[in-house]
């Protein structure tokens, strides 16, 4: 029998072509069943093979563009061949934040705004941001890593920036949107929550052209509200407030002038406000902006700036920052500074930055200030920040010399996943934040010594501790607790302000956990000028990384410091030692030294003169 052919016919038929009928029904079995390809082998991610894409290298670096991919586009690229751009025009609102100030006759406002943990930008935003400066650190910023490459290598701004610099929330929940907004739900959304007419709301969209409301829009229909007002009429304006200020600060965009309605979602539930990782949608943000302004063709950069040029200030401070005198580390470090327009050209600044040495950098700003506010261990998640539709990646193990470690060779970078797969990564983002220490306490052995055996213990004390099985009020507890321990282990060689600090914050929070617990104890109010902290906004543990109260043999023993044993000798000054709310006595005043320390060190020193004389 004659073999056949591919189309069914015999080698000695005459060969005709296929009628569409027989293409389509090829082409559909094709598509149904299709042919796996054989052994398929997977490559390390972090591996060249023969098989991966090589690119050429550009003039001036990289020789190797396999981690810069888009260099090409960028506008360090167009520099190097000769084409110049000029300064960024800065979107910075610092001023306008001044023409909405929450004042006596707006406390309840401000009593909200102080819970959501954003009440810092109201106060550190800076009025001027410097052009020349912030554009030619932008041209240094490289989208695929999320890094400014400086000669000596890698930087960044991290989790730990955002915090210690703004003092917001970075740990909690990601802020996602189902999908982008469209007119007429904002439309909607304004109507709602914000109790316009609907006339108010289209005419307003309109004018924008965009699902966007005029930041002066919401000044003129709100800032006139106070304690006076009813319930609802507050309420409206404590969302259009809340809508105000991420809008010239966290998500300040390029029209300059407007803010997106669809962040109005998040100021729904206005308790559920400070449950939110604001700090990590911030970067993201502004991880998005600067990528944005890498492109040569771009004229304008969005963001908060003011969190941009404090890091410059904290890591470069003998290049461009004029330090603050009055500041004090209990306050935000972006509050550190006093910002002005360096009179250095872009030019300038660009040759500055070339020759830039690795010494005439400070890799730890903030050691001064970890009193205050300690290392957040989110700092070190490794995996993308999510900002609504802004999916950035987030590399700290590209900068470890930021954390005080020696920097190694980092894995390479990673493509963030678009925003509508993003399921995973909120996940990942939550078991991260939430239920690491639930995991932990699970496997790990955390404590070697019983409770029963510590200096100290009484059953009174142990009676007085949260158990596993603790309700609200006792985690509350739990934490006035653990900030109490901190400054107890400080000694007493400390100031009265920081026992006084640590009291007045764990009064605010056991006076705002229950009314039961605040029968109990009746403390002495606060002065006016401390306001009562919220526990959400406490320098020393957030509401994500304090997920469930410590187990009852981990809690210390009473807030009272014991007295030292008795095998420890009593100093030398008559009567028993001062409390703790007592200040030291005057430094003119020296205290006594004890007599045979001092007859001691005198016979040594006798002994040493005779033997040089023999």
């Not at 941001?129 to 290598?153: N, Y």
């Not at 105000?244 to 002038?257: I, P």
């Not at 009852?552 to 409390?579: E, F, K, N, Q, T």
């Amino acid at each position: 029998m004659p073999p056949r052919t591919r189309g069914g016919y015999t080698s000695d038929a005459p060969r005709r072509r296929p009628t569409g009928s027989e293409r389509r029904r090829r082409v559909h079995l094709r598509e149904v069943d299709p042919v796996p390809d054989p052994d398929p082998v997977e490559h390390p991610q972090h591996d060249r093979d023969e098989t991966e894409e090589v690119f050429e290298g550009a003039p001036g670096g990289p020789i190797d563009r396999s981690i810069l991919r888009s260099f090409h586009k960028h506008v360090a690229a167009k520099i190097w061949l000769g084409e110049d751009r000029a300064p960024l025009k800065l979107v910075n609102h610092g001023a306008k934040l001044q023409l909405w100030e929450l004042d006596m006759e707006r406390s309840r406002i401000y009593e909200t705004v102080h819970r959501s943990g954003l009440a810092p930008l109201t106060s550190c935003s800076h009025r001027v941001a410097s052009r020349p400066m912030l554009s030619a650190f932008c041209e240094r910023w490289q989208p695929e890593t999320t890094t400014f490459h400086m000669p000596f290598g890698e930087m960044t701004i991290t989790l730990d920036d955002v915090a210690s610099i703004l003092h917001i929330p970075v740990t909690g929940s990601m802020i996602s949107f189902p999908q982008p907004l469209r007119v007429d739900d904002a439309n909607a959304l304004l109507v709602e929550l914000l109790g316009t007419t609907d006339v108010e709301a289209s005419r307003e969209t309109e004018q924008c052209r965009s699902p966007s409301v005029r930041l002066l829009w919401l000044r003129d229909h709100f800032s006139t509200i106070t304690d006076a007002s009813s319930d609802d009429d507050i309420m409206f304006a404590t969302r259009a407030f809340l809508l105000h200020l991420v809008g010239c600060t966290l998500f300040a965009d390029k029209s300059a002038t407007s803010v997106a309605v669809v962040y109005l979602e998040l100021f729904r539930d206005l308790s559920m406000v400070g449950s939110y990782a604001w700090g990590a949608a911030c970067l993201a943000y502004l991880y998005r902006q600067l990528t944005t302004a890498t492109r040569f063709e771009v004229r304008q950069l969005g963001g908060y700036l003011t969190l941009l040029q404090a890091w410059i200030y904290e890591h470069f401070p003998e290049m461009f920052s004029s330090p603050d005198m009055s500041y004090t580390e209990s306050r935000p470090r972006a509050l550190r500074w006093r910002p002005h327009v360096i009179p250095d050209s872009l030019q300038s600044v660009r040759e500055r930055l070339d020759r830039l040495q690795i010494s005439e950098v400070c890799w730890e700003p903030y050691v001064d200030h970890r009193a205050e506010h300690p290392l957040p261990d989110i700092a070190w998640y490794s995996g993308c920040l999510k900002c609504g539709q802004v999916v950035e990646p987030y590399h700290p193990e590209r900068v470890l010399r930021q954390f005080g470690y020696i920097q190694t060779i980092p894995p390479r970078p990673f493509t963030p996943p678009r925003p509508d797969r993003s399921i995973l990564l909120e996940q990942y983002w939550e078991r991260w934040t939430d239920h690491y220490m639930a995991w932990y306490d699970r496997i790990s052995h955390r404590i070697v010594q019983p409770p029963q055996l510590r200096s100290g213990f009484t059953t009174d004390a142990r009676s007085s501790l949260p158990s596993h099985a603790a309700s609200t009020s006792d985690t509350r507890a739990a934490r006035a607790l653990t900030l109490l321990r901190l400054v107890i282990s400080g000694g007493r060689e400390q100031s009265v302000d920081v026992f006084w600090g640590a009291l007045n914050e764990a009064h605010g929070i056991l006076a705002g956990s229950d009314e039961t617990s605040a029968s109990h104890s009746t403390p002495s109010p606060a002065p006016a000028s401390h306001s009562t902290p919220s526990p959400a906004t406490l320098p020393f543990f957030s509401p994500a990384t304090f997920v469930y109260p410590p187990a009852a043999s981990d809690d210390p023993p009473p807030l009272i410091v014991p007295p030292p044993p008795a095998s420890v000798a009593p100093p030398a000054a008559s009567g028993p030692p001062p409390p703790l709310i007592v200040p030291p006595p005057p430094a003119s005043v020296a205290p006594p030294a004890p007599a045979l320390d001092s007859t001691a060190s005198t016979t040594v020193y006798v002994r040493a003169k005779r033997k040089k004389k023999t």
